[in-house]
Each structure stands twice: as structure tokens, then as C-alpha cells.
């Protein structure tokens, strides 16, 4: 009983941890991920719902649908009359000979890129919790206006938004060059933008039309792996070159020609700090890269001013993305390509992914045409910078930190460490703690030591922000404290 008692004490903590504008459902769900991922193992038996329900306060019924969530993701098992169980997978290595003998549902079966893929971390199946980056502010997001738009758009004579579209939606592509005018300073023309389902598939469109397997593309380090992953699931060789704010990139030792070169934007991602155009500049020119794709991930308030691309140019393409802006599960985005390109590229869409997902075209459409998107973004950018300045009061001063991004506006903060210590180790014990984070050494190429943590602010405010921000630097210190004394002992004289 003492131990259910502990698990259940864990889970309502999880449980307080989230956004009350998230509901019940979402956020017991969240909370039991949390727990589930951080402190169950495979094999404990959760409390009962009645308990579970009698300490939370939840109906029976909004504990139910959470839990079936679950099971459905393969976290939970359930059976009758025997309680409902973590069946989180074992992490045990596998032996070569053990591997070779999965069956071709395993991973074995899978291809050399598909396997180079998994094998590089990046995505985590924990897309919640305080810090947790590359997560803007869901809680706050005005949800009613989005869900009466729908019912503006789906009226009788729209049935063509049931259709195929042919790149993209019209009014869409006129409301995103509008907002790339007042928002980038970027003038080009409705038929220069294509609708994507977000960054990763404008990245792979991008790959697909303008790089063959075997081309090298060259990318920054710290670098982000979405785009990474993409890359090498194409089939591409990648490279990647340190850049740092103070001194830029440092020499590039290869001699292999570089066809695409790919950067963060204005605002680098992870390190959150501005890049800058020279910089850029000057390591294509060096590296005389075919085409330059430029991910305008961090949607920072600064006009877009460090951006490269140029809508007039024959060899740059903008990526841009609205599940930064608005809300991830949203799944659109843009590309911004030269006018001799735009064609093909929206003939290859159509031959190899087909387009759909008009009606929420439509809704997102009219949701700039009517000002909420610019409205939504000046909102938000100011809260994102207080929350920002909060983070950064807190944890500038703690022991082994070399920098701590300035705050900016943007949705994360990267806390860069000193190099001996293992943030990948580091971020485990955050999350035992039930705080989310992701360290910068995954994130960076082979030749780059760098550690640090990659801190995101949408999913925490106001008070919940200053008690969880308090919480990581009591951990924080306690942690770095101790990697600190056991590096002294290391490097101690015999």
C-alpha cells in the first residue's frame, strides 16, 4: 500500500505540474505519461481508478478515456479484473546475433538510411512538461475562434475543400504572402509559395526535387536534427560545421563539394541566439553550395532581418512552419521557392504526396485574413520574452554554465554547460524530476563538444513558470555541483 501510495502522490504531482486550461483529460493524460516515462517501470501496477479519480478529482469517465489513450499507445495494459499495468519496453541492448534473428518486423528489416535515422536521437515520445522545447503556448491558444472558423468554412458550396487541392489553397498562399511582408520584409509572388504539411515534409520536398542520394549537405553544429533526420533518410551525406555567435564557423577541414547548404534562419535553433547573414554568406561562397535552404524555425520578432534568402534569387528556398506559431498538431507550413522552380516543385508535391487538409487551409486562411494570427503573435512574443527573462534570472549565475541565450521572444533558451559535463546523463535526472529537456550534445557534430540543455517556455506561465523554473535550479545546482567535484577528482594529480 506504501508504495501505491508513493505512485499516487508522483502522479498528482504530474497532475498539478499542468496547465488547468489544458482539461482533465489532457492533463491526467500528460501526467501519466510523465510518470510513466520518469518513475514506472515496466511491470508496476497503477493505483486503482477509484483511487486515482478520489485524489485527483476526476469523473470515472475522463480517467477511463485518458487511460485508453494510453493503452492505444502501447504504455498501458489492461485486463479484466487485473488492474491496469506500465508496459514501457526494456531498454536492454541488443547483440548482434540476437538482432539478426528478428524477424523482419524488427529492425533488422529495415533499411541502411532508416536505421542511421534511429540511430541518431531526436524526437521523444515525451512531447509534454515544464521545459520541454519546440513546444509553443498550446494552453492559451484562442481554441474557440479556431473551432468556429470551421463552421464558417464547411457550408454546402465548399464541398471542393473535400478534394485534392493543386498547390495549395488559394486565399491561404495570398494570407501567407501578405504576413511574410509585414512580418519579413519578404516581397514574392502567390505562386512562389507551395502549402506543406509542416517543416519536415517542406524539407523533404526540397531534398527530393533538388539533391540526389550521395549529394553532401552541409548543416551548422549545434545543428536541428529534424531537419538532420530528413537528410539522411534521403540518402544524403551529411556534414556538419560549428558555428559559434562570437567567432562564426570554424575552418572547414573537408574537401568534398557541398550541394545543399541548410541553416536556422534568423534565429538559430538550438542555440537561441541571432545568427548573422555574413556568416552565411560567406560559408556558401567558400563551399559553392548548389541551392541554400533556410528554416525560419525560430519565428523571432526581429523582421527577418538575419535572414539570407532572397525571393529574387534563382538558389534559395525559405522554409516556414505554423506549428511554432500557432499549435504542433496543426501540420502546416510553406515553402518560399524561385519562380523558376515553382512549378515543377508543385507538380512533384502532387506526384508523390498528393495534397489534401483544405479545410483546415481554409480555417488558417481566414484566421490571418481576419488578424488573429498577427494579433496571436505580438501577444505571445511578449509573453514569451518575460518567460524567457524569468528562465534567465534564475539560471544564468549556476555553477559550470558558459552561456545562457539572451531572451528574445522565441519559444526556447539554450543553457550551454561546460564540456565535461554529460548532459545526456544530466537530462535523465531532470526528467526523473519530472522536468523536460533536451541536451545540446545530440545536437552537435563529432568534431563539436559542446553540452548543454535545450529549454523550451510554451508549456509554462505565470506562477507555474516561477515554481518549476525555482525547481530546476535547485536541480540544476544540486546536479552540476556534482558533475563538477567527480570532473575535479578525474583530472586530480595520482
Known sequence: MATQDARLSALWAAYQRQPESLGKQVRVEQALRGVIHSHWPGGVRLPSQRRICARLGLARGTLVKALQRLIDEGLLVTGQGSGTWVCRPCQAPVTPLAEAALSPSGEAALSARARAVLASPGASSIQSGAFMPGIPDIAHFPMRKWRSLYASVTVPQNTLLLSYSTGGYGPLKRAIRDFLQRWRGIRCDTDQIIITEGAHHGIELCTLALADAGHRV?????????????????????????????????????????????????????????????????????????????????????????????????AGVLVGTFSKLLFPGLRLG???????????????????????????????????????????????????????????????????????????????????????????ALTQRLLEAQLVVRPLSLACGRDDPRRGLVMGIGMVSGDGLRHEADRLRRALKRHLKASRRRGARHAAPR
Open 334 to 424: 510553406y515553402l518560399v521557392v524561385p519562380r523558376g522552380l515553382a512549378d515543377p516543385l508543385n507538380r512533384l508535391r502532387s506526384e508523390v504526396f498528393r495534397e489534401g487538409r483544405m479545410m483546415d487551409q481554409a480555417v488558417l486562411a481566414q484566421f490571418i485574413d481576419d488578424g488573429d494570427l498577427d494579433a496571436w503573435n505580438r501577444r505571445i512574443r511578449r509573453d514569451y520574452l518575460a518567460r524567457q527573462q524569468v528562465l534567465h534570472d534564475r539560471l544564468y549565475d549556476l555553477p559550470g554554465v558558459r552561456r545562457l541565450s539572451a531572451p528574445s521572444g522565441t519559444i526556447s533558451l539554450c543553457l550551454e554547460l561546460d564540456p565535461e559535463i554529460d548532459d545526456v
Open 218 to 314: 552541409l548543416l551548422d553544429s549545434p545543428c536541428y536534427w529534424g531537419a538532420r533526420n530528413v537528410f539522411m533518410a534521403a540518402g544524403l551525406e551529411v556534414e556538419t560545421l560549428a558555428w559559434h555567435p562570437e567567432s562564426g564557423y570554424v575552418p572547414r577541414t573537408a574537401s568534398q563539394p557541398v550541394h545543399l547548404a541548410y541553416f536556422t534562419g534568423s534565429h538559430h535553433y538550438p542555440l537561441g541566439v541571432p545568427t548573422r547573414t555574413a556568416d552565411k554568406r560567406a560559408l556558401c561562397r567558400e563551399v559553392g553550395a548548389s541551392f541554400v535552404i533556410e528554416d525560419d524555425y525560430e519565428f523571432a520578432d526581429d523582421g527577418g532581418s538575419d535572414l539570407l534568402f532572397d525571393p529574387q534569387g534563382s
